[in-house]
């Protein structure tokens, strides 16, 4: 199968600190990686796209010097929220683009991390 | 743009009584549709998935087809168990995004 990890699973910082997320694919490289965010009792938020070796690609009203992405290798995807306020506090969750021939349900298929809790005090 | 419209929920149901969730999908080309289940604390794993017109994606006794010309994707299940209680999100790809709908929460009781 295809399994994504993301740590922490949980963080609680002050207001005004940095936080960063991991996001690793364990058993398959991916070249694209997505990061996501979700509010209570609501859908997922793409916030950006992820590509190894190059810049990321950030959805419309995402601040990109806010939500900085690093594809540093082909397993790993760092979101870090910068300068962090209370308003930043929710469910972070990374995919992974599986593109593989063979494994999993099939080709070209995201894979989902359990998702990072943040809470800015 | 894309949009996936699902049911609303809550859902709630009985032990083995039949499911459905009703997905629609406004989309350009030919997007896969897929259904992911997210429980409660962790993050969306992929339930099923279809690529093209008349396939029909099966998982854990979940089915969905995906219909073209009614632009839906309906997520079934014959007989629910309490594991089964989370939420479900309907989701179609085009160019390698998602967009997601809403999700429908269903709860089983014993």
């Known amino acids: 199968g295809a399994v994504v990890s993301q740590h922490p699973s949980w963080v609680i910082c002050k207001s005004g600190t940095s936080v960063k997320i991991e996001c690793r694919s364990l058993d398959f490289q991916a070249t694209t990686m997505f990061w996501y965010r979700q509010f209570p009792k609501q859908s997922l938020m793409l916030m950006a796209t992820?590509?190894?070796?190059?810049?990321?690609?950030?959805e419309q009203g995402v601040e990109k010097d806010k939500f900085l992405i690093n594809h540093a290798s082909l397993t790993l995807s760092t979101l870090t929220v910068t300068s962090a306020h209370p308003e930043d506090s929710s469910f972070y969750i990374c995919?992974?683009?599986?593109?593989?021939?063979?494994?999993?349900?099939?080709?070209?298929?995201?894979?989902f991390g359990p998702g990072t809790r943040l809470t800015v005090l | 743009g894309d949009s996936v419209t699902q049911m609303e929920g809550p859902v709630t149901l009985s032990e083995e009584a039949f499911l459905t969730i009703n997905c629609t999908y406004t989309?350009?080309?030919?997007?896969?549709l897929f259904w992911y289940v997210q429980y409660p604390g962790e993050g969306l794993q992929l339930l099923l998935k279809?690529?093209?017109?008349?396939d029909k994606g099966s998982n854990k006794g979940f089915e969905a087809t995906y219909r073209k010309e009614t632009t839906s994707f309906h997520l079934e299940k014959g007989s629910v168990q309490v594991s089964d209680s989370a939420v479900y999100f309907c989701?179609?790809?085009?160019?390698?995004?998602?967009?997601f709908g809403a999700g429908t929460t269903v709860t089983v009781r014993a």
């Open positions: 989309a350009t080309g030919y997007p896969s």
């Open positions: 992820s590509n190894e070796g190059s810049k990321a690609t950030y």
């Open positions: 279809a690529t093209k017109a008349d």
């Open positions: 989701a179609l790809s085009n160019d390698y995004k998602l967009s």
């Open positions: 995919s992974a683009r599986d593109t593989r021939l063979a494994g999993g349900l099939g080709t070209d298929t995201q894979y």
